[in-house]
């Protein structure tokens, strides 16, 4: 039987946020598993895997905006997952135009 998020004790909840947080490391490491793999074919094994690496570190920005908005927002996550699932690649998609439009305007990129 499932218990209201009211019943939850403070340990519960803090067992299921290092849970999530935890999950939420192992699918960014295995991302980039999974890009180095993918790309290995076609430009070489150790190309590829330097590459995902690059990519995880230029990706760490956006793991530290992950793991913010799931320490904030975990209870809104548990339990309204499906809202989630069609917000959050909305917000991160409004984020990365945003963030891409600031760095393209100050430092003189092209003009639209």
Do not use: N
């Not at 947080?21 to 793999?37: E, H, N, P, Q, R």
């Not at 690496?53 to 209870?75: E, N, Q, S, W």
């Not at 069609?86 to 393209?104: H, I, M, Q, R, S």
């Amino acid at each position: 039987m499932r218990r209201s998020a009211d019943e939850i004790t403070a340990e519960e909840s803090f067992v299921r946020t290092v849970s999530g947080l935890i999950a939420l490391a192992i699918s960014y490491v295995l991302s980039f598993v999974a890009t180095g793999c993918l790309a290995a074919p076609f430009i070489g094994g150790g190309w590829s895997f330097m590459l995902a690496t690059v990519g995880a570190f230029i990706g760490l920005p956006f793991l530290a905006f992950a793991v913010l908005g799931f320490l904030i927002f975990d209870r809104s996550v548990r339990t309204r997952p499906g809202l989630w699932c069609v917000a959050a690649p909305l917000l991160v998609t409004a984020a990365w135009l945003a963030a891409d439009y600031g760095f393209k305007h100050v430092h003189g990129g092209c003009r639209f």
